[in-house]
Each structure stands twice: as C-alpha cells, then as structure tokens.
C-alpha cells in the first residue's frame, strides 16, 4: 500500500551555473520566512496534538496548515540542496520539480498519538543519518543529504547539470525526513518508509558491471542474532588476514593494469572473491541476510551477491589517478557506511523481537553495502565504472523466499589456492 506521504521528482537535472554559484545567498530569504512560519507551526502542532489525542484525527484546518508548511518546506530543502534549479514559491502552493503529496486526513491511534515522540525515535536516528537533521535537512551539518549537496554544487557549476544519482540519492533522504516530519506532526499515523524503492517512483535501469542480488526472505534466528557480533568474530579476522594479501596483490593489479589497460585475470578474480567474501560478511554482521556465510567468497552461495563482471578495458589515465578520483565516492560512502551501522543497530532490536527483519530497514542497508562494495571494486581496479550513488530498479530484491542465487560467472571464480 502507498505511504500517505509521498515525494514526487520531475527534475530534469539542468542546473543554472549562476543560481548554483549564489545558491546559498538566494534561499536566504526563504530559510528566514520557514523560521518565521515555523513559529506559528509550533503552536499549530501542541493545538493538533491535543485535538488529535481527543478527537482520534486531526481536524482539516490543522492539517492542511502544518501540510502547506512541510511541503513548503521540503521546496527550500530541495532547491538548497540542489536537488531541483526552479526558485521556489513562498507560500508551499506551487507544483515544485521536487514536490510533496500528502494524503487527506485519517484515523489515527490515541495511543500512537500520545507516545508519537518515543516511538518516532528510531526513524529520527535515520534521518538524521541521511539528512543529518529532522525536517527533511533544513538544520543539518552532515549526511547523505548534505554530501551529495556539496559534490552535486561542485558536478553542477561544471556540467550545468547535476548527476542523476546524486540527485536521487538526495531525494530518497529528503522522502525519509519528510515522511518522518508527517509523522511527528501527526499528518499520518504511517510509520515513515526506510525503502529505497519505495521512495521514488522511477528508476534508472542499470546494468554495472558490479551489482548486488538480494533473495532474502527477511526471517531472522533470534539466537544468532543476540550472538551475531560474537558469530561475526572469526569472518573479521579472516577477512583482515586476506586482507594483507589483497593489499599485495592491489598494488601489483595497479602497475600490472597501469601497463597492460587491461587487469590480470588471476589477479581480477583472486580480488573479486575477496570482495564478495567481504560482502557476504557484512551482509551478515549488518543482519541484511540471516545464514553464516562460508569463508571462501565462492559465488552463487549466499542469499546477498556480489555480482562481478569479467575484467574490463581501462583507461590508464583514469588507473594512474584513481585514489584521487575516488575521494568524492569516498565522501558518499562515509554517509552509507553511517546508514547501514544504523540499519544494523535498529534491525538487531527489531529481528530480536519479530523473528524478521523489516524490509525498509533491510533494502536501506542493501543500498548502502551496494554503494560501498562498489567503490571497493573501482579502488581495487576491479572495474573502471564509477559508483552509482542513487538507488536503482537493479537493486529491487526478489521474491522473498526466491532461490535466486546466480550461477558463477567464470571472469569472477576465486583462484585456487
């Protein structure tokens, strides 16, 4: 069922160099009046929160004032962030490129009304991770959100457009901060949506070289995952201690590919395994997937994949300066790596207590692992593509309970020892 909440993208990624340069300075004027109406917001929610509490909905005029201010707000945050190049209105009427639908009122729950902060509090942990505040971004200092703004100000004032995945991987933390809003503001009773999915309706269909497959069917062991730090233990020594050798075997792929344009293949797949091991280890210390891996990185073994295609042709400008070419992946990937240690802490209470893991929290740590083990893939040569930032149709799970495991690929067999 659609969340009651939802954002709706028709940015055509064409940015103005001269609004993008003065950015900051433009939307002064409406950070000062969202200050302004955020005062009268504020009484607005403690009335909406009592006549809620009493009535079991809120009353239309309530809702439809503080929803004209969350959408408004969520055009400030978007053009701040360069998510969108129109000037915004100022008054949250206006079709936005970056808009916010938000249902009718409903019934809520008295007793989800009185405990709404408590219980919004693990949704706040990832907003904030993403957008590095709650409200959608409008007082943040890091995150997702504030990452992709920085490197998209950077792509934008070079191109004149920004680049479709940090534009989408933006607009999946502001959907969350928004849906998170509506829910501390009592718009909805609908917990907000961690899905990736979920949070834009149209998604690029990619073919990268390096993917990830989910065929999880969500079920947790309680007992594995009380015990999963400790159950993790032997895989992080392993993996530290192949580690060592893939660090030879980098520098050795860097000259070798420096030379040749082209990577060894022994060299390709012994680096290959070691990535999909490494993805298979996360994914379990992470609760994105349930059963104990094996310690080989053998393909078509675990439910989350690290797919590798065969080696490729590179361009031995790009080899030669790779480690600086992948500093802005680097930045984006510090912003995952914080979202799947979140997903990982809040799944852990949840799959204790459930047996399962919720989808949302399992398809935003999914993302982030993806995002990640890319960026492994490019830093160790493995590929010459960049990291894809924003979610993409490809990353859409099976059927839970799907035996989707692919076959082995034969560029991407671990050597044998």
Known sequence: MSHPVKLVVTDDLQRSRA????????????????????????????????????????????????????RYEIHVVAYLNLLANRYPGFDGDDEYPVDLVIAEPARQNRWTVFFRFPLAYPALLIAATLAGGVGAGTRSYGGLLVTVAVLGWFAALVRARTPRGLRDAGAYAVSYGAQTSAYLFLLTDRYPDSDPQAAL????????????????????????????????????????????????????????????????????????????YGTQVLAYAALIANPFPGFTGKPGTYPVE????????????????????????????????????????????????????????????????????????????????????????????????????????????????
């Open 19 to 70: 609004s993008v340069f003065f950015r900051l300075l433009l939307a002064i004027p409406h950070l000062i009046w969202l200050a302004l109406w955020g005062v009268a917001v504020a009484f607005a929610l403690v009335a909406n929160w009592f006549v809620t509490l009493v009535r079991g909905t809120s009353p239309r005029a309530l809702h439809g004032f503080i929803a004209q201010y969350l």
């Open 201 to 276: 309706g149209d998604l690029p269909a990619r073919e990268d070289p390096v993917t990830l497959t989910v065929a999880d069917d969500l079920r947790r062991s309680r007992l594995t995952v009380f015990f999963r730090i400790l159950l993790v233990v032997p895989h992080f020594a392993w993996l530290y201690l192949w580690g060592v050798v893939v660090l030879l075997a980098w520098i050795a792929n860097w000259f070798a590919t420096l030379f040749a344009g082209r990577s060894p293949e022994a060299l390709h797949r012994f680096i290959a395994a070691y990535l999909r």
């Open 306 to 417: 690290l797919v590798v295609a065969g080696r490729q042709r590179q361009n031995r400008w790009t080899v030669f300066f790779r480690g600086l070419l992948a500093l802005p992946a680097l930045l984006i990937s510090g912003a995952y790596v914080s979202l799947l240690a979140t997903v990982a802490i809040l799944g852990w209470c949840s799959a204790l207590v459930r047996g399962r893991m919720p989808i949302g929290l399992r398809n935003a740590g999914a993302l982030a692992l993806r995002y990640h083990e890319q960026l492994n893939a490019y830093v160790f040569l493995v590929t010459p593509s960049y990291p894809y930032s924003g979610p993409t149709a490809a990353d859409a799970p099976t059927t839970p309970g799907a035996p989707a495991f692919l076959p082995p690929e034969p560029d991407s067999q671990p050597v044998p020892a």
